[in-house]
């Protein structure tokens, strides 16, 4: 028996060797999606029955940190179902092998080539960040600020009337999942009930921005802290002034144009204004107001910050901040004529723009077509079922209102853009047409930017 089980370990470890890291990555989120969806299907997990279906949802939206829902978790599962729910995104959250390979570290202080191979492919990094400081990074800040978020939420559930044994456990599920940026609430209206809640709407509001920027920008600012000599890579510079920007910009938009917003008084209209626009760039997914009630210009607005999302190897999802950029300075050195790809003074390394390229053309492209085929399985409103591909491949968790309406094909379109979505567009397609196992290292200048 014990022969057995060597062998078969043997065997197992010959096969992720030989497939390359872009497939192991694949598999890797794919046996997470299957255990937990054994673990759901315990009888002592569910409160009700629920269908295999919408099990496997909730576990492919779990473990891709989207949030989208076709059942009401807490209605749904059980506690032990709802700590399965939340460990999935916990581990969607910091990705594959990180929690194992930080422990490794924290050991033998050595990782094996297959390791940093796997991590380098999960991971973007500028040549300025090593991956071993990049990983404690990613371990230590998501604990202390899951951490402190819980109890943040403790104190702001109590304040608001809650009881501290009531208020306990929403407060740590809640924490993990907007800093994992997942977007599962435990709530019946999510966080509608918080529009006017300064508290609730900061807090997450801090846990989502600190996630959603990355695991890049946290290491290249402690490091600045820690060495005086250190200086900041391009890559947190891009993310920093883009999400300021753009989030400034949807802001504006949701304040002064949408009527849901509108009819709101006072503090409420600056709050649920600047919640939107955060929860769609963080991809946070949760909304203190009903997208469903929105105006087409507005549901556009939203649509082109899921796009966009955040920063590269973070907990956000979407086309990220520095592969918009190095699409805008392709842009305008060819209008301008430059014979150099430069933005900020700075030169874009040629392998960088190749990635960006063909991430924005394969982005786009899986947009339009889990499009068409809901369009073929559905009879729902064209904006919503573009709002719900949108969500979905940018791991937002945002609806207005149609997910739980959604037929069984239309339930499967959805489940595998999610998982296209958290492993990465240009990952997934690697994974699946990649003809080799082998990826030639990249040689890149200083100025490097991670997309």
């Known amino acids: 028996m014990i022969r057995m089980v060597r062998n078969g370990l043997r065997k197992y470890r010959r096969f992720k060797l030989g497939m390359s890291p872009q497939q192991n990555l694949l598999y890797g989120f794919l046996s997470y999606v299957v255990i937990g969806f054994v673990l759901l299907n315990l009888p002592f997990m569910q409160k009700v029955p629920v269908s295999l279906l919408d099990h496997l949802f909730i576990v492919s939206s779990a473990v891709s940190t989207t ?31 990180t929690i194992t390979t930080f422990f490794i570290l924290s050991t033998t202080r050595k990782i094996t080539h297959w390791h940093r191979r796997l991590l380098k492919s999960e991971f973007t990094l500028p040549v ?49 999942s907007a800093f994992c940026t997942a977007g599962f609430s435990l709530f019946h209206s999510g966080f509608a009930d918080y529009v006017g809640n300064g508290w609730v709407n900061l807090i997450i509001s801090v846990l989502a921005i600190a996630g959603s920027l990355g695991f890049i920008v946290v290491t290249d600012l402690y490091l600045r802290l820690r060495k005086q000599d250190h200086r900041l890579s391009f890559t947190t510079k891009i993310v920093g002034w883009g999400f300021v920007i753009l989030l400034s910009v949807g802001t504006a938009f949701f304040f002064f144009t949408e009527p849901t917003i509108s009819g709101l008084q006072g503090k409420e209209r600056w709050y649920a204004s600047f919640f939107q626009a955060m929860t769609a760039m963080t991809t946070v997914g949760f909304n203190t107001v009903d997208f469903g009630t929105f105006i087409l210009p507005m549901l556009l607005v939203t649509f082109f910050l899921m796009y966009v999302g955040a920063s590269p190897s973070g907990t956000a999802g979407g086309l990220k901040i520095t592969t918009l950029t190095a699409i805008l300075a392709i842009l305008k050195s060819r209008i301008r004529g430059d014979k150099k790809i430069t933005f900020l003074h700075r030169t874009i390394p040629f392998e960088r723009l190749y990635v960006a390229t063909s991430s924005f053309i394969f982005y786009t492209s899986i947009i339009f077509l889990g499009f068409f085929l809901l369009s073929f399985t559905e009879d729902l409103p064209t904006e919503a079922l573009l709002f719900e591909v949108a969500s979905a491949l940018g791991t937002v968790g945002l609806s207005t209102g149609i997910t739980g309406k959604l037929s069984a094909a239309g339930k499967c379109v959805v489940i595998v853009l999610m998982f296209i979505g958290r492993l990465g567009v240009l990952t997934f397609g690697i994974a699946v047409w990649s003809r080799t196992t082998k990826q030639d290292s990249i040689e890149v200048p200083e100025g490097d930017i991670a997309v």
């Open 67 to 97: 949030g989208l829902v076709t059942i009401n978790i807490y209605d749904s599962y059980t506690i032990w179902g709802q700590i399965i729910v939340m460990l999935l995104f916990q581990l969607g959250g910091v990705g594959y092998l």
């Open 128 to 176: 300025t960040i090593k991956i071993t400081d990049f990983l404690k990074s990613v371990i230590v800040f998501t604990l202390i600020m899951e951490f402190f978020g819980a109890l943040a939420f403790l104190w702001a559930f109590t304040a608001d009337g809650t009881s501290f044994t009531e208020a306990l456990w929403p407060s740590i599920f809640h924490s993990v």
